[in-house]
């Protein structure tokens, strides 16, 4: 009930606000001050006062506590976008001659920022974890930061946090972990030991396709930090608007979360009954390994997967996805509607191979829509692809 409570209307009023159920959006960009002595007292405190919606504002701010309470952090700093808040967090914590570990497979576009980071001296390793991997040995002595996403993205693998933390701890290493798939709802990674959580918001935050954000939490000292130097130096302000727009989504983030987990079991179950799906990418799997760190983790499951076709040709591939009819196609996810993407686009099979990735992989998003009509879409799309 905790988190029913966060997610909803309470925490959400302003000062004269009309007594309004849905909170104000304070859409300014500037603040003025009644008087000389005032400004000067929000300067001597100027991430914490208003004075320009760049640095703060009150609808931000509203949902960046509704955040960390969700996420039992101390504080939190919302962004324009999911990658800005990873590049954010990332351009404030490391520097010239330090080592970003990063574990299995994460988002595209951040592994692509943390290769950038080549170029001001910051080294990195990707690395490939399962559950005999010895964390020690991966890590470096100028490691700084450990970056992951549990579960991952592309396998959805689940990592063993705690174990990982632990580690990181001892070895005085920031650890960073993307939990945008399972939400604050499912996962709490701080519990077990994460220093800095990041979200992008765009996915099920937001829930319904029409905002772009992200969001970081952690302690209050590191947030400062981020806020400092990513926030203000990159200034990727989140909107005043989008910022109201997901205090409005959280209202309804733990209904929704609970109708994705529910309705993606059946989805898995019928494609691991159908002999056509090779494999099935998801913590509800048939792996002991991930099953064990799922009931220690996860308190639901996220509705985003990936499987294998048994034929990997481009036109089969083609055929299944032009053949569905509920879901659409789409790169990213979290809304409404079911989106399917397959990982071969005909031309980069080498890129494929470099990730390890089938070239039948095909990732899939569960939406909101009756889970009944999406396994007779995809069954159809199977038929038709397999010419039954």
């Excluded at 130097?229 to 209202?251: D, E, K, V």
């Excluded at 990997?312 to 053949?323: A, G, L, M, P, Y």
């Excluded at 659409?328 to 996810?333: A, D, E, L, T």
């Excluded at 080498?350 to 569960?366: A, C, F, P, T």
Aim: proline content about 2%; charged content about 25%.
């Amino acid at each position: 009930m905790l988190d029913i409570n966060i997610c909803s209307a309470i925490n959400e009023e302003m000062e004269n606000n009309f007594h309004s159920i849905s909170p104000l959006i304070a859409q300014t960009s500037n603040f003025s001050f009644k008087n000389y002595d005032d400004f000067l007292k929000a300067c001597e405190d100027e991430k914490n006062s208003y004075m320009y919606t760049r640095g703060s504002n009150p609808t931000t701010k509203m949902l960046e506590k509704k955040i960390a309470q969700l996420e039992k952090g101390e504080r939190c700093k919302v962004f324009s976008s999911g990658m800005g808040a990873i590049s954010s967090t990332l351009f404030s914590l490391v520097k010239n001659g330090e080592h970003i570990l990063v574990l299995n497979t994460i988002y595209g576009q951040a592994l692509t920022f943390i290769k950038y980071l080549e170029k001001f001296g910051v080294s990195y390793s990707n690395v490939k974890v399962d559950e005999f991997t010895n964390i020690r040995d991966l890590i470096k002595e100028n490691t700084k930061l450990i970056y992951m996403e549990s579960p991952s993205s592309q396998h959805m693998e689940l990592l063993d946090i705690e174990k990982i933390t632990e580690v990181a701890k001892e070895k005085k290493i920031l650890t960073v972990i993307d939990n945008t798939w399972a939400t604050p709802i499912f996962q709490k990674p701080l519990e077990y030991g994460v220093d800095i959580v990041i979200h992008s918001c765009s996915k099920y935050i937001g829930g319904n396709s029409d905002v772009v954000a992200g969001a970081v939490v952690s302690k209050d000292d590191i947030i400062q930090n981020i806020f400092e130097y990513g926030h203000q130096c990159l200034g990727a302000t989140n909107s005043p608007f989008n910022s109201w727009l997901l205090i409005r989504s959280l209202r309804t983030l733990p209904m929704r979360m609970n109708y994705h987990s529910e309705s993606v079991k059946k989805i898995i179950d019928f494609l691991n009954s159908d002999n056509r799906i090779k494999k099935v990418y998801h913590p509800y799997s048939k792996n002991e390994y991930q099953n064990k760190l799922a009931k220690k983790y996860l308190k639901g499951y996220g509705s985003l997967l990936a499987f294998e076709l048994c034929d990997n040709s481009f036109e089969n591939i083609k055929t299944f996805v032009d053949t569905l009819k509920c879901f659409k196609i789409g790169v990213s996810w979290g809304g409404y509607e079911s989106l399917v993407l397959p990982a071969f686009k005909g031309n980069n099979s080498e890129s494929l191979i470099q990730r390890g990735i089938s070239k039948s992989h095909i990732r899939i998003y569960i939406g909101l829509e009756v889970t009944e009509s999406l396994i007779k879409d995809l069954k159809n799309a199977l038929d038709k692809a397999f010419d039954i």
